[in-house]
């Protein structure tokens, strides 16, 4: 796959086998090729282990692959507020509250104090964690730190946001209300964001493509291009072409699954 | 089945009225606990002497000791060397901490550091200082600030190893996330391993503290004309082993001083890490 | 060996009475080599005695080991023994090992010092600000009308190091004893004594042992001590010999590789003459092994005069006379040594 | 928009044929590279002994040391020098070892020890070990006990300090599972807080081996006839300072081979711990 | 509430608040009364930071409660064998491979190794995690290791197990199919379990009752019997009774949320 003029990221052939401890190797991901268009809102969902979380990582720069090409494209600034991450895990830092995590990128790039405030406030409040700006990351619940993640990720606002599993801690109504959240940021910029989800009709209703994967090695099955109009509500849920996608991904997925 | 509970948390004593507290010991203070079993064994110590009839040439009565520990506070000499010693400790301990933590960030930042010069730095630990305080002494002169070096360089090796322990144990996720924040690596370091690496920071330093002290006495030792190591050697001199062990006291009162002083801070400072008080119930 | 044993009840295999003797050194040397001579040469074993020999890095240190009962000679300097004598615990000489007050003062060349009234504000180097050496200054600075704060004390350690010091002109004058000055002697710095009126006249120390056991089993002690004199006369007679037999027995006395070994005899037995001169002036006589009382007398008021004690132990508290003749019972004919060890 | 990527990441230079790989000076293998610059030191404190004609009473040159070493290996009177002082750092190591993870044990398990017999334990770490070797010779007799006990107690502290760390920073939620899994308190320590705390002791224990060596050295100096630590005490009388120095080398020697013992145990012990290589891309 | 003779585990009156680092006080839970009848499948659900997870915790004896009384009651062994939890994160150890882990609660109780390792083999095969058998911990991925703590609550077999939001991080699929493993085991020994989800499907596949909790302070809004047939098939979603126990579970969860 080549670099279209308007991919933000690319992979061509990327493979990646871990060597375990105790010797063999793991194969991660095998012979993927994606190209993500600047700008696209591009969901990846597949059964547990079967690479998602070692995808984003080796865009993020975070593992290095074993075969194949990785390469950004277009018009990103150098080296900084390049890529954003929301990780599975919510990687608070414990001696920062709560407002001072979700401000983390604004401190590492000397922002104005008086505008972080302002952003921080507005995050917090779209968190549903107002009352809980000065409190520190132990004393939240599980849910309660994944929203931190979550919200720091998005005041960083990078120009390609990898979310992996953002939501998987979180209460179904927060879980819509933060999907809302974010799918209106996106439609005001429009960054690139690749989004890891276990929930299916989660994935239509936010992306413009799905990518299906497969478990051991993981491979992508097939990108299914989601041609629903924007903006999109929760209401796009209760219409026929939205369960179609859900149906057609679900069965996708349940075939990989009963392959194995 | 039965229909008693087998086990019933209620409301905790306090809110309860009427119900007397019962005072376990361990919920006694700790300062109060530690001098109780200090006068105990100092006791035992003392029947000791007196049962087994020790020459007090070799080791003296509490009782000496304290009553001589009295006098020469009382006359001020002996607080005028404890001042001495506790300025090269504090000095010595500052130059430690400044030259430990430096190296660790060069050993934990840099591959070339950590493989060229580190096993050089612990090579040089196992030189003695006793051994080289001569050399100290013809480079740093016989005042103060040989005594600084001998002593900083005492305290160094524990607090530079706990701090590359502590600074290797970041994690590695949270340093990507640093990473795609545009962090660069002073923001890294100073953001994200230091304060990650506090925890066991805090313990070195207690090592260090504890070991500045000695530093110090040895470092009096090799050449000094004041000091609580001269002192010591000193009364040794004439066989004053009352006065010697009432400076062995002092020196033990300043490094439980130092290390309460460090625990406290560090406590404050590492606010967020486990709790050890949530182990115990 | 410990306490009992010199009872001489705890005997060894052989059927020897067994004896652990402390000597004040940092390590072994030649002078005190001499010392362990007496094993090596097998005066010891024509004695009867079995002698462990272990070293003490000061003579408190050396004194402490014997009242707490973990030796039963000690080999040190009489300071210790009269402040522990003043509080009441009783350890006698029964043998002289240095000659007379072996500390003593000494101008560095050039520095135009001649007499102790020269120091006034001059650098005074000595090992350490508590040792004798020093203790030694402070009084004859006192009988010259002057104090300490007259001078300057710099302490400059030993070997190497002190030497270094006076090579850079650290110090103007010295206050140590005898076989520093020798050494420095024999690296080419030419230390000249000052005159301290009556130094040479106080004892210098030796063997001691706790009183009791002396009374108890005073045939033991002798027994050693003859040992042990009759290797430092024989030490005396043949210095080179001595040197190499101590190189032999103590490698780590041994010259490095890097310096030239005929000039390393020299320097030890120039070191050894200056240990063993003072102590055994003519070695044909053996009327050394005996102590002076009036020179310990003398010794005791000096220790008064410079207020390491307050008050004056009797002579006899500190001092066994009646080994002294016993111990040098032997004539040079008898110093054959028997085939080494 | 550019047609360029301006990144590429392309696969690892062992895969391709053909293109040859770049050796980066920090790829050497670390014991390469240490001596490497040990041989550069060396060679600048030669040259600086010549230029500057050093007296060798100060600092003999290198080789002078070297020559030395060599002399004193090949007769044999270092090495069996060395097996004395190797066995008190051992054993000595072995007893602070054991003791340090006894006395972890009891502070972190019983409040009651923790709160009156740590302080004590502290206020004895800073008496010096020269001060009390009388007492020690006396307890311990002139053999190898007193020895090793000086060297287990120089070696004690920073193991313990750390030990106590590490079992500190178990979590929490961790020693819940165990408890619900009806562990007994052993079984917590042993199987929980035990390895957790291992990181941390491992960190400890490279102190510990350190300070060992120092110790040893101390207490040869205090009151022995045999040992490297009586050598330098010999060899500083007889102004063999270059003996000196080949004693200083070997007691590196000795001490950078345990520092890298533990090292390398440590990592296969502790496998799990953060990878720091994982840090360096 | 008292204590009844069938009660397994019974709050009374129960009031948790957490003094925050910076002065002032959470209540996280308020006035709950809960008595949970020997054997019986009781799931909470509740929005994030409604306390869920104190709840859980309290039981354990892991946290204190401020007011109120817990109780035990029935057939417990003493000690041992009594309380299970699967934590919101996985807690493994990471010293010990997948199979150790699972085998955890054996080794400490001193089992025999080999009935021992034929649990542990079934385990694995039920958790997908045959071939991982060896791995290390940090040689999984995130869903992998949440299922390695679940295999190792249900490999230890308590009286009571309690599980807070174990599937959160699973796929659609391997969620499923664990919900029936889950209530296969369960159904044969009907042990008591309190199961904290997002899902409200899914409490209602599994439960007998299911509490629904308001967020702060947290209260029970409401208890629901869940009157479906046992045993449960995944069927049972399709029935419409089920859909009717959903509905009104979510809307009891979104006036609860509207409310705030
Ligand atoms: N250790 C603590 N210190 C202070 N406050 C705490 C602590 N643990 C929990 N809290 C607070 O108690 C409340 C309930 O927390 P809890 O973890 O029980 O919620 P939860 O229902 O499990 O939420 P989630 O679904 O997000 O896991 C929250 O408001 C939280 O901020
Ligand atoms: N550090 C590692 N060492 C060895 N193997 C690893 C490592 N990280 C991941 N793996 C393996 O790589 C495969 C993919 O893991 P990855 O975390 O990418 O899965 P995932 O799709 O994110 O799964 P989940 O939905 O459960 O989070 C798994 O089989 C896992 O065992
Ligand atoms: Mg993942
Ligand atoms: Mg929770």
Known sequence: MTLATTDAVALTGVHKSYTSKRGGEVVALDDVDLAVPQGQFLSIVGPSGCGKSTLLKIIMGQTRLSRGTLSFGGELPEGRHRLGMVFQQALLLPWRTVRQNLLLSHDLNGAPAGGSDRIADEMLAKLGLTDFADKYPNELSGGMQQRVGIGRALVHDPQILMMDEPFGALDALTRDQLGMDLLEIWERDRKTVLFVTHSVPESVLLSDRVVVMTARPGRIAEIIDIDLPRPRALETINTPAFGEYVTRIRRLLNSEHSAH | MTTTSDRTTSVPAGASA????????????????????????????????????????????????????????????????????????????????????????????????????????????????????????????????????????????????????????????????????????????RRLQFPSALPSIVAGLDVAAIFAVTGAIVAEFVGSTEGLGYVIQATNFTLDVSRTFAVLAMLSAIGITLHFIIVTIGKRVVFWANDVSRLDH | AGVSACGGSADSAAGDTSLDVVVTTAAWSVETGSITLADQLGFLREEGIQANFTTAKSGTEAVQQVIGGNADVAVATPEPVMIAAQQGTDMQYFMPFYGHVIYGLAAVPDSGIGSVADLRGKRVGVTNANSTGATLLRTALKAEGMSENDVTIVPIGVGAQQITAVRNGDVDALAMYDTLYTSLRTQGIDVTDIPVPGLDQLFGGGFLAPKDALAENPEAYEKLGRAVAKSLAWARLHPEDAVRAVWEAKPETRPGPDQDEQKAVQDQIAMLETRLGALIPDPQVSSWTEIDPASVDRFADWALQAELITGKPPVEDVLDTNLGTGIGGFTPADLQPSAGS
Chains 1, 5 share one sequence.
Do not use: C, Y
């Open chain 2, 18 to 189: 009427g119900r007397p507290p019962r005072k376990r010991l361990v919920d006694q203070p700790g300062w109060l606990l530690a001098t109780g079993l200090a006068v105990l064994l100092l006791t035992a110590w003392e029947a000791a002497v007196v049962v087994f009839d020790v020459s007090p040439l070799i080791v003296p009565a509490p009782s000496a000791v304290a009553l001589s520990l009295w006098s020469g506070l009382a006359d001020g000499t002996l607080l005028s060397h404890a001042w001495i010693t506790l300025q090269e400790i504090l000095l010595g301990f500052s130059l430690a901490v400044v030259a430990a933590l430096s190296v660790a960030f060069l050993v934990t930042q840099s591959r070339l550091v950590d493989k060229a010069v580190f096993p050089l730095v612990v090579a040089t630990q196992t030189i003695p200082k006793v051994a080289i305080a001569p050399v100290l002494l013809i480079w740093f002169g016989t005042g103060m600030t040989s005594k600084v070096v001998t002593t900083a360089l005492l305290a160094f090796f524990p607090l530079l190893v706990n701090a590359i322990h502590g600074l290797r144990s970041t994690d590695p996720d949270q340093v990507a996330m640093f990473r795609s924040f545009g962090a660069t690596r002073g923001q890294i370091f």
